[in-house]
C-alpha cells in the first residue's frame, strides 16, 4: 500500500506555535572533505573497506591514520556516523595484516591488538564488523560471559581481542601470565567511547589503564593508544588524564551531512496547583509534547519523540492517540510506544511501519538508540535535554532522507538547564563547553589499584609516576595496614585474596539498600548507599518503574527496606541538615571582593523527618520525624565567598539566605552543562556567614568519597558556570522562581527560603570582579 505523502513542512508546523518557540535554526548541508587511502594501508585491509563501498577517506580519517601509523597516541572527537572506528581498525588491521608474512613482529611475538568497549552491545557490534577481515584477523570478545573454552581459545590464538574495563580489571590483568601472549604483543590498544569513563568510574578505569601500560612494559610492548569519544570540549585534556600518555586530538569532522532545522522550544507558564509550591510552573514537556506530535502526524510528518521515561513515553503517545481520535480514529492507530524488551520479530514489524510511513508516530525511550534500525524519518522530538550534546545530535540525527531536510525539536523540561538552552542556542550549536571530567588522585579509587598493581608486578619506586603524585601516600597507608610489604625488589601483595577485589569499578561508594517487597519477599530493586536515607526512609513513598510503594521499615545497619505496593495520594519528601567543614583549601582566585576556591571539605547530612505532600493539588499534609544517624562525607568542592560589605552593596531588601540558596540551586543544575555529570551526582551548601570562611559562602560538592571531578571542572570554569548560572535565572519568566529556575528537586529544605530577584543581584556582584575567560 502507498500511504500519502508529507502535507505539511514541520519548520512551519512549529513556527505556528508562536512564543513557545525560543529559537530555530537551519544548518545547512555540509559536503565532505575527502582524501586519498595512504599507501601504507596493507591492500586487503583497503579492499574490506572498499567491499563496504569506501573508497576514500573524510578528511578527520586521513588525519587520525596518520597520526596512529606515527606511533602517536591519538583522539578522535567527532560526530556521531562519522566513522570512527575506520581510524583506529585500519592502522591496527595493518599490523595484524603484516604479522602474516612475520614483518612486524615486537620481539619474537606476532602483533595483537587490543578493543575496549563501555558496553557489551558495543563491543558485539565491533566483533561483527571485523567479519570481513577473517583473512588475517582473529577476533575473540573476552567478557563475563565466555566459557572456558571460548576463553582458552582467545588466550590461545586471538589477536584481536575484544573487552570491557571490567574484564580487564578482574580478570585479564590479575592473570597477566597466562595473556603473556596477548600482552605482550600489543601493537595498538583502542578505548572506544571512552566519554562514558566520567566520575568515579572513569577513575577507575584511568588506573586499570595504568596498570595494563605497566604490563606491556613489563612484556616489552610500547602500543600506541588510540581512543574515540563523542564531541566534547578538550578532549585531548581528558584522554591524557584518562591514559597518563600524550595524546593527539582530531576534532576536524569533514563528514558530510543534509541540512536540517533545529527548534527550541519553552512550555507555557500556569498557575502553581500546590500551595505550599511554588507559584507557578511549566506545563509539563510530555504534554506539549503529545500536543506537538499530534499536529505532526495530522501533518503525515514521520516523526520519532525521545522521551527520558517509559512512563513519559507512553503519556506522550497517548496524548497523542487521543487527540487524535477525535480528528480521525485511523490516524489514532498509525501512533505507537516503543518500549524496549520486544521480540526480534515485533520489533522489524515495528521498523517495517516506519520505513513504509503506515507508523507516523513512534514515542521512545532512550532503550530504542540501540534496539531498532530506523530510515525514512523526519522530525525528532526531543522531551528533555538528554544530558549531552553529543546524545541530543544522535537523537536528532536519527531524522533526514536522502535529499530531503529534517527537523529536530529540543522541549525544555522544567530543569534550568533546559532553560539555559533554549535561550542560549549558542551553548547547543556553537563550540563545545561540556568536558568528560573524574580524578584520577582520588585516594579511595587509587588505594585498591595500587594493592591490584602490587599483586601483579610488585611496586618500585619507578611506578610512583604511573600512578600520580599520591603514590607514595597510598602505598604508605596499605602498608601500615599491613596489606603490602616492602621487600628487596619492592611492594609485594601479602594476602591470599585477590587484591583487585577491593575495588569495585562500577560501584559510587557505599553498600547498595536492598527493596523487599514485604508481602512476598521479592527483592525489587536497591537504592544507592548514599541516597537511601532521603529516599527509602520509613513512611516514604518510592516509586519503582511506575509502581507505587510505602516504606513499612527501613533497617540501616543491614541496609534493607521493606515496602508494600500502595497508592496514598500524597508524595514524601525527606528534609536533612547539612554541615560542611573545609579540610583542605587547595587552589584560591580572587575576583575582587569575591574568592573561588576548591579543596576538601567534610560534609555532615542527617535526614531528620519528612514532608507528605498530597499528589491532587493539597498542599502539605504533614511532617514526620525520624530517626536516623549523621552520615560522614570526605569529599571535594568549590566554593565561592563575597565579602560582607560587597553582600550589603548588591543587596537592598532581598533575602540574603534565600538568594544565595537560589543561587546555589540554580548552579547545580547548570554544572552539567559545563562537566558531563547529573545534577545528583553533586550536592550544596550555602549559608549567609559560614564557620570556616567569615563570609557568604555558596559550597558545591562531589557527591562521592574522595571526589569525582565535577567541582573541580566547576573551579577551572568558575566565571563562565556563574555567568550561565545568572542568565538561566533571569531567561526563566516565572515571577519568583519556580522548578526551572530556582527550585530543586532534591532540596533538603523543602525549597526554603528562596529569592530568585536576589540571587541575580548576588551572583552579578560576584561577577563583577571575575575573569573574562573561562
Ligand atoms: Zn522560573
Ligand atoms: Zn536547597
Request: net charge negative.
Amino acid at each position: 500500500m502507498l500511504w500519502e505523502t508529507q502535507e505539511v513542512d514541520p519548520a512551519d508546523l512549529v513556527l505556528r506555535y508562536g512564543d513557545r518557540v525560543t529559537h530555530v535554526e537551519r544548518i545547512p548541508e555540509r559536503e565532505a572533505v575527502v582524501e586519498p587511502w595512504p599507501d601504507w594501508v596493507d591492500p586487503d585491509v583497503r579492499a574490506m573497506y572498499e567491499a563496504e563501498g569506501i573508497s576514500t577517506l573524510w578528511g578527520h580519517q586521513a588525519e587520525a591514520l596518520h597520526h596512529v601509523r606515527a606511533g602517536r597516541h591519538t583522539v578522535i572527537s567527532t560526530g556521531t556516523a562519522s566513522g570512527k572506528s575506520l581510524a583506529f581498525q585500519a592502522p591496527a588491521l595493518t599490523d595484524l595484516a603484516a604479522g602474516r608474512t612475520g614483518s612486524s613482529l615486537r620481539g619474537n611475538r606476532l602483533p595483537t591488538v587490543l578493543y575496549l568497549a563501555p558496553t557489551k552491545a558495543l563491543a558485539a557490534d565491533q566483533l561483527r564488523r571485523l567479519a570481513g577481515a577473517s583473512a588475517f584477523a582473529r577476533p575473540a570478545t573476552v567478557d563475563g560471559d565466555n566459557s572456558r573454552e571460548e576463553r582458552a581459545w582467545a588466550r590461545d590464538h586471538a589477536n584481536y581481542l575484544l573487552t570491557n574495563p571490567d574484564t580487564l580489571h578482574h580478570s585479564i590483568l590479575p592473570a597477566h601470565a597466562r595473556w603473556t601472549r596477548v600482552l605482550g604483543g600489543l601493537t595498538h590498544v583502542v578505548v572506544d567511547e571512552c566519554h562514558h569513563y566520567r566520575g568515579v568510574f572513569g577513575a577507575h578505569v584511568a588506573h586499570v589503564l595504568r596498570r595494563l601500560r605497566r604490563i606491556c612494559a613489563y612484556y616489552g610492548a610500547d602500543p600506541t593508544f588510540v581512543l574515540s569519544s563523542a564531541t566534547v570540549a578538550e578532549p585531548e585534556v581528558f584522554a591524557g588524564r584518562l591514559t597518563g600518555l600524550d595524546v593527539v586530538p582530531v576534532t576536524d569532522d569533514a563528514s558530510p551531512h543534509a541540512a536540517r532545522t533545529i527548534a527550541l522550544w519553552e512550555p507555557p507558564i500556569l498557575p502553581g496547583v500546590d500551595p505550599d509550591g511554588p507559584g507557578v510552573v511549566r506545563r509539563s514537556a510530555t504534554s506539549e509534547a503529545g500536543e506537538l506530535l499530534t499536529d505532526l502526524v495530522i501533518g503525515r510528518v514521520r516523526t520519532l519523540a525521545f522521551v527520558r521515561s517509559r512512563r513519559g513515553a507512553e503519556a506522550v503517545a497517548a496524548t497523542a492517540q487521543r487527540r487524535l481520535a477525535e480528528v480521525d480514529p485511523e490516524l489514532a492507530r498509525r501512533v505507537a510506544t516503543y518500549r524496549g524488551g520486544y521480540l526480534p520479530e515485533e520489533r522489524r514489524e515495528l521498523e517495517q511501519r516506519l520505513r513504509s510511513g503506515d507508523l507516523l508516530g513512534l514515542a521512545s525511550t532512550n532503550a530504542l538508540e540501540l534496539g531498532i534500525d530506523i530510515a525514512g524519518l523526519d522530525a525528532v522530538i526531543t522531551v528533555g535535554f538528554p544530558g549531552t550534546r553529543a546524545a541530543l545530535q544522535q537523537q536528532f540525527g536519527r531524522a533526514g532522507r536522502s535529499g530531503r531536510d529534517s527537523i529536530g525539536i529540543l522541549v525544555a523540561r522544567d530543569e534550568p538547564i533546559d532553560t539555559y538552552l533554549v535561550h542560549h542556542p549558542e551553548a547547543l550549536l556553537g563550540t563545545a563547553v561540556e568536558a568528560s571530567v573524574f580524578d584520577p588522585d582520588n585516594p579511595y579509587v587509587l588505594g585498591p589499584h595500587l594493592a591490584a598493581a602490587a599483586q601483579e608486578i610488585p611496586l618500585t619506586e619507578a611506578d610512583f609516576a604511573m600512578f600520580g603524585p599520591r603514590t607514595e601516600e597510598g602505598i604508605a597507608a596499605l602498608e601500615a595496614a599491613g596489606w603490602l610489604r616492602k621487600r628487596q625488589a619492592g611492594w609485594f601483595w601479602t594476602k591470599r585474596e585477590r587484591a583487585s577485589d577491593l575495588a569495585d569499578i562500577r560501584s559510587s561508594g557505599g553498600a547498595p539498600v536492598q527493596i523487599v517487597d514485604a508481602l512476598t519477599g521479592r527483592l525489587i530493586g536497591t537504592v544507592d548507599g548514599g541516597s537511601a536515607d532521603s529516599t527509602v526512609h520509613e513512611g516514604a513513598v518510592y516509586v519503582h518503574q511506575g509502581d507505587v510503594h510505602v516504606v513499612d521499615e527501613y533497617d540501616v545497619e543491614h541496609g534493607v527496606a521493606m515496602v508494600h505496593r500502595d497508592d496514598p495520594e500524597y508524595s514524601t519528601s525527606a528534609r536533612s541538615i547539612t554541615e560542611i567543614t573545609v579540610t583542605e583549601t587547595e587552589r584560591t582566585e580572587q575576583w575582587g571582593e569575591a574568592a573561588m576556591s576548591f579543596g576538601s571539605v567534610e560534609v555532615v547530612n542527617q535526614v531528620v523527618s519528612y514532608l507528605k505532600r498530597s499528589t491532587s493539588g493539597g498542599g502539605i499534609l504533614g511532617e514526620e520525624v525520624l530517626e536516623l544517624p549523621a552520615r560522614a562525607l570526605q569529599t571535594k568542592a568549590v566554593w565561592w565567598t563575597l565579602q560582607p560589605e560587597a553582600v550589603a552593596a548588591a543587596m537592598e531588601h532581598d533575602d540574603v539566605p534565600g538568594s544565595a540558596h537560589a543561587a546555589e540551586h540554580a548552579a547545580i543544575g547548570l554544572l552539567p552543562l559545563l562537566a558531563t555529570c547529573d545534577r545528583w551526582d553533586i550536592g550544596g551548601v550555602s549559608t549567609a556567614l559560614h564557620a570556616d570562611t567569615g563570609t557568604l559562602t555558596v559550597f558545591v560538592y562531589d557527591g562521592y568519597p574522595g571526589g569525582a571531578g565535577f567541582a573541580e571542572r566547576g573551579y577551572a570554569v568558575a566565571a563562565t558556570w556563574l555567568r550561565v548560572t545568572r542568565d538561566a535565572i533571569v531567561a526563566c519568566a516565572c515571577p519568583d522562581g519556580c522548578p526551572s529556575c530556582v527550585y530543586s528537586p532534591k532540596c533538603g529544605n523543602g525549597n526554603e527560603p528562596l529569592d530568585k530577584a536576589g540571587a541575580v543581584r548576588l551572583l552579578d556582584a560576584f561577577l563583577i570582579g571575575a575573569p573574562v575567560h573561562p
